[in-house]
């Protein structure tokens, strides 16, 4: 018996250790992690630089209170501005660094409308599961929160016929992950920054998914040649110690004055001493280029399975965030029960979509070890 809710589906498998690439279960059985605990331990597990960070800070003190000056926070905050006209807010996950965002958004603009599109994903408390354009999501928690409507992804005529004076921001992920690793079009996502502009509507760009290096860049959007109003990251930020942040431009601070938002927890220093490191460690040209070249030589090599099987439709993706969209939810759930049988973690994304997502530091060997694998299970070689 459990004495959990039953809200997950969850395996029965129970990991127990972890080590580079690789997660180990309660018996002792080893597995080649292509999932990275959703997108989280984007530096492997049980990397040396984030245990050290870890274990230095544990030593001295692991919480203060937000009612302190950090000079920990600063040092992530400079980070992850980028030497940009930004200012960060930190939390504790995905969904809080989208509620911040919400609320900054409608704050500083007096507006209430949140645009976002169909088959996003941005959280689950209200706020982010109001913008989370996925009516089974939604199902049994209404009322939602107002304000709130979804476009199709990738269309700009939709968004130029809502996009009017109430609207505050317009939403998005640049590659949808949970909705089934969709990416956004260059020039639509241009076009949308543009006609964001144009309307006095903040752009709100969600990369918790696709951030810190996932895709080959620090941030996703940086591909894409815009500036967002304001950018939420979590997942991956401290590899696993939980935490999130937003990051708006300055001239927004107006709206999030002393009082107007807050958390207990977000920004404590564990984990901004392990976000410290771990951006410290990703945020370096070498590094990001590794994982853009491991990402094209994956996905490259998972699209000759389109010509070899008639259970691949597509492979999509970028860096080390892939989708390999199969025939049907059912074929994707005996592909992933047949992987985890042959010692791959990997998960689903939309109803048929295989996800892949290894840690960035996965080896050219684990690499090839996994593709081997995939193809097997795939063209039913075992
Ligand atoms: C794009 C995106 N936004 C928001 C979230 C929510 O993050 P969290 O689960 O940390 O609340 C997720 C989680 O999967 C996500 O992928």
Known sequence: MSYLFPNYARDTIDLVAGSGSYVQDQNGTNYLDFMSGI??????????????ALF??????????NLYSNHLQEQVAEKLTMGKDYLAFFCNSG???????????????????ILSFEQSFHGRTYGALSATGQPALQEGFYPIVEGFDYLPYNQLGPLKEKLDDSVAAVMLEVIQGEGGIIPADKEWLQA????????????????????????????????YQIEPDIITIAKALANGIP??????KSKLAKAFGPGSHGTTFGGNNLAMKVANAVIREINQQEFLSSVAAKGNYLMEELSKLIEKSDKVIAVRGKGLMIGVELSSPETLQVVIQQLKEQRLLAIKAGKSVLRLLPPLTISQSELEQGLEIISKVILNDM
């Not at 997108?39 to 050290?52: D, F, K, Q, R, T």
């Not at 949308?192 to 951030?211: F, M, P, R, W, Y």
């Open 39 to 52: 997108a989280v331990s984007n530096l492997g597990h049980n990397n040396p630089i984030v245990m050290e």
């Open 243 to 248: 935490v999130g942040a937003m990051i708006g």
């Open 192 to 223: 949308v920054a543009k006609l964001c502009k144009e309307n006095d509507s903040l752009l709100i760009i969600d990369e918790i998914q696709t951030g810190m290096g996932r895709t080959g860049t620090f941030y996703a959007f940086e591909d």
């Open 95 to 113: 969904t809080e660094a989208n509620e911040a965002a919400i609320k900054l958004a409608r704050k500083a603009t007096g507006r209430s409308t």
């Open 56 to 65: 230095e800070q544990a030593d001295k003190i692991w919480h203060s209170s």
